[in-house]
């Protein structure tokens, strides 16, 4: 165990959190140690802190980092390939891993700053891809039962940024994740960014390679690196509306931006957020990104509580001018 310990450079909106303890979690045997302290202190577990919001600059309670390593090929066959990831790899390791052995499934995902643990827990999604696409099941320690336990991915209730684990309780553990990934390459190009930037590039043989690099290009060119302006990639989920909602603000608003949803309508929350004149804002030492409104940035020294508070002014006024409420995709840890 430490105290008193800086997250600054664990969390990707650079916020100087001191943690009044904090215990780095390699093995299973600190797994154990982390169960001791179970209904007596209050635990966070963090992974990357790539989708972190840190509202207080104290944590009174255990930061436990999950830092675990490895990678294994549990089974294959002609189609399919079945691997087990420990939560604390990089994860975009494990989609070059994938894409340089040929394997399909996560290309779509690449860039994507997270831990490999963190993925399950938001469902991560970009570019026509989701996680739970690609999830067999996920390897899951009870701090509170002391024990091991499968998750199937039915078992995750997977939904748009979500599972069962991004509300639980605090003492379910994402220890491995088994993936099923593809060996014969079917290309995903239904977001139309990666669809035209793939057809400009006169490519007459498409990898799961060459998609993941793209996708890593376009990325860099919409999103800053949160190694030089903090941030956590999209602050907000775009949110569903009925039909019946969307057709009375389409007739306001005829170039609103929607996709269809088996819900109703997602509605693009960068473009609800440019029309209340965010783009590019600044207050201080927060603000919104010039290329990007869906991206809340740290421009210096910003503290947590500033950041929750422009966040929330985002949500009051995207609420007055639409009657829509938009809902963070952050962990907000206060």
Same mark, same amino acid.
């Given at each position: 165990?430490?105290? =008193?310990?800086?997250?600054?450079?664990?969390?990707?909106?650079?916020?100087?959190?001191?943690?009044?303890?904090?215990?780095?979690?390699?093995?299973?045997?600190?797994?154990?140690?982390?169960?001791? /302290?179970?209904?007596?202190?209050?635990?966070?577990?963090?992974?990357?802190?790539?989708?972190?919001?840190?509202?207080?600059?104290?944590?009174?309670?255990?930061?436990?980092?999950?830092?675990?390593?490895?990678?294994?090929?549990?089974?294959?066959?002609?189609?399919?390939?079945?691997?087990?990831?420990? !939560?604390?790899?990089? &994860?975009?390791?494990?989609?070059?891993?994938?894409?340089? =052995?040929?394997?399909?499934?996560?290309?779509?995902?690449?860039?994507?700053?997270?831990?490999?643990?963190?993925?399950?827990?938001?469902?991560?999604?970009?570019?026509?891809?989701?996680?739970?696409?690609?999830?067999?099941?996920?390897?899951?320690?009870?701090?509170?039962?002391?024990?091991? @336990?499968? &998750?199937?991915?039915?078992?995750?209730?997977?939904?748009?940024?979500?599972?069962?684990?991004?509300?639980?309780?605090?003492?379910?553990?994402? &220890?491995?994740?088994?993936?099923?990934?593809?060996?014969?390459?079917?290309?995903?190009?239904?977001?139309?960014?990666?669809?035209?930037?793939?057809?400009?590039? =006169?490519?007459?043989?498409?990898?799961?390679?060459?998609?993941?690099?793209?996708?890593?290009?376009?990325?860099?060119?919409?999103?800053? =690196?949160? *190694?030089?302006?903090?941030?956590?990639?999209?602050?907000?989920?775009?949110?569903?509306?009925?039909?019946?909602?969307?057709?009375?603000?389409?007739?306001?608003?005829?170039?609103?931006?929607?996709?269809?949803?088996? @819900?109703?309508?997602?509605?693009?929350?960068?473009?609800?957020? *440019?029309?209340?004149?965010?783009?590019?804002?600044?207050?201080?030492?927060?603000?919104? /990104?010039?290329?990007?409104?869906?991206?809340?940035?740290?421009? !210096?020294?910003?503290?947590?509580?500033?950041?929750?508070?422009?966040?929330?002014?985002?949500?009051?006024?995207?609420?007055?001018?639409?009657?829509?409420?938009?809902?963070?995709?952050?962990?907000?840890? @206060?």
């Amino acid at each position: 165990m430490e105290y =008193n310990i800086s997250l600054k450079e664990m969390n990707s909106f650079h916020l100087d959190c001191k943690a009044e303890k904090f215990m780095r979690v390699k093995e299973e045997r600190d797994l154990e140690r982390l169960s001791e /302290y179970y209904g007596k202190e209050k635990i966070y577990i963090l992974g990357s802190g790539s989708n972190t919001l840190f509202v207080k600059q104290h944590y009174d309670g255990i930061v436990a980092r999950i830092e675990n390593k490895g990678l294994r090929i549990i089974s294959e066959n002609g189609d399919n390939i079945t691997v087990e990831v420990s !939560s604390g790899q990089v &994860w975009n390791d494990f989609v070059e891993w994938a894409c340089e =052995n040929n394997y399909s499934g996560v290309e779509n995902l690449a860039a994507v700053p997270s831990s490999v643990g963190a993925v399950p827990v938001q469902n991560i999604g970009a570019y026509g891809s989701e996680a739970k696409d690609v999830i067999d099941k996920v390897l899951v320690y009870d701090l509170e039962k002391k024990e091991f @336990k499968y &998750w199937t991915n039915e078992d995750c209730d997977f939904g748009y940024r979500y599972s069962k684990f991004k509300y639980q309780k605090g003492n379910l553990v994402i &220890w491995k994740v088994v993936f099923k990934l593809q060996k014969h390459f079917v290309l995903n190009n239904s977001y139309k960014a990666l669809k035209d930037k793939l057809e400009s590039s =006169n490519q007459t043989i498409i990898t799961p390679k060459l998609v993941a690099q793209t996708v890593t290009e376009i990325r860099n060119s919409k999103l800053p =690196n949160p *190694e030089i302006l903090g941030n956590v990639g999209s602050f907000f989920k775009n949110p569903i509306i009925t039909k019946e909602q969307f057709l009375r603000l389409q007739t306001l608003y005829p170039n609103i931006v929607a996709f269809d949803d088996e @819900k109703g309508k997602k509605i693009s929350a960068g473009w609800l957020i *440019e029309q209340c004149g965010y783009k590019g804002k600044r207050i201080g030492n927060v603000g919104v /990104y010039e290329k990007q409104a869906l991206i809340v940035v740290n421009y !210096s020294n910003a503290s947590g509580k500033e950041l929750l508070d422009f966040s929330n002014s985002i949500i009051e006024t995207v609420k007055d001018k639409f009657d829509i409420i938009l809902e963070p995709e952050v962990h907000i840890v @206060k």
